[in-house]
């Protein structure tokens, strides 16, 4: 079955990096458009990034864009956020979870996110 | 941008229909097929119920249903079961390469 596991959360200083991984099994992972989406009890889910089959096309929320990088290794099937200049306002449950395939266009956004992780908590805080 | 407007919580007896609104703008809902709706019960990561408006994944119940009017997306719960109570979202492609959630609804089964 479907399976992706994030790790690397923890607590961060502003203005410091994390790089959150999530490891997935059960599918071909080289196929899927994979996505970022955080979560707080106030704001709610929050979209964040999302990347390609094969990692040629990355979109961002205007929320992270300049200071987040979503990249993937498909050798390994692990997916990665790379978070940089961290902020208070960065302190979220973050998950990866699986779109559909897409060669490019709208379909990235269609077809909703048909799995997800578990999550990891990232804080932000001196 | 601001999230997607839902009702922050809604309530329906066993057995029967509720409806959860999700409100955005002609630039997203108005325009594209993109809405999604997931179901999160505390403590878990949310589960894909609808896709592009009406579609239901494979093993979701046909109680759940979803629809589209102008700006605004519904999703509907028949039959209330006791284990339908979560929270509900949903979300939304903008137009401008991103992706929107709506705040999120807690239904209450009474």
């Known amino acids: 079955q479907v399976q992706l596991v994030e790790s690397g959360g923890g607590v961060v200083q502003p203005g410091r990096s994390l790089r959150l991984s999530c490891a997935a099994s059960g599918f071909t992972f080289s196929s899927n458009t994979l996505h970022w989406v955080r979560q707080t009890p106030a704001k709610g889910l929050e979209w964040v990034a999302l990347?390609?089959?094969?990692?040629?096309?990355?979109y961002y929320a205007d929320s992270v864009k300049g200071r987040f990088i979503i990249s993937r290794d498909n050798s390994r099937n692990t997916l990665f956020l790379q978070m940089n200049s961290l902020r208070a306002e960065d302190t979220a449950m973050y998950y990866c979870?699986?779109?559909?395939?897409?060669?490019?266009?709208?379909?990235?956004?269609?077809?909703?996110?048909?799995?997800w992780g578990q999550g990891t908590l990232v804080t932000v805080s001196s | 941008q601001s999230a997607l407007t839902q009702p922050a919580s809604v309530s329906g007896s066993p057995r029967q229909s509720i409806t959860i609104s999700c409100t955005g703008t002609?630039?997203?809902?108005?325009?594209?097929?993109?809405v999604s709706w997931y179901q999160q019960h505390p403590g878990k990561a949310p589960k894909l119920i609808i896709y592009?408006?009406?579609n239901r994944p494979s093993g979701i119940s046909n109680r759940f249903s979803g629809s589209t009017s102008g700006n605004t997306a519904s999703l509907t719960i028949s039959w209330l079961q006791a284990e339908d109570e979560a929270d509900y979202f949903c979300?939304?492609?903008?137009?401008?390469?991103?992706?929107?959630f709506g705040g999120g609804t807690k239904l209450t089964v009474l």
């Open positions: 990347i390609s089959y094969d990692a040629n096309n990355k």
């Open positions: 002609s630039s997203d809902i108005g325009t594209y097929n993109s």
């Open positions: 979870a699986r779109g559909k395939y897409c060669s490019g266009g709208l379909c990235y956004f269609m077809g909703g996110f048909d799995s």
């Open positions: 979300s939304s492609y903008t137009g401008r390469s991103t992706l929107l």
């Open positions: 592009d408006v009406t």
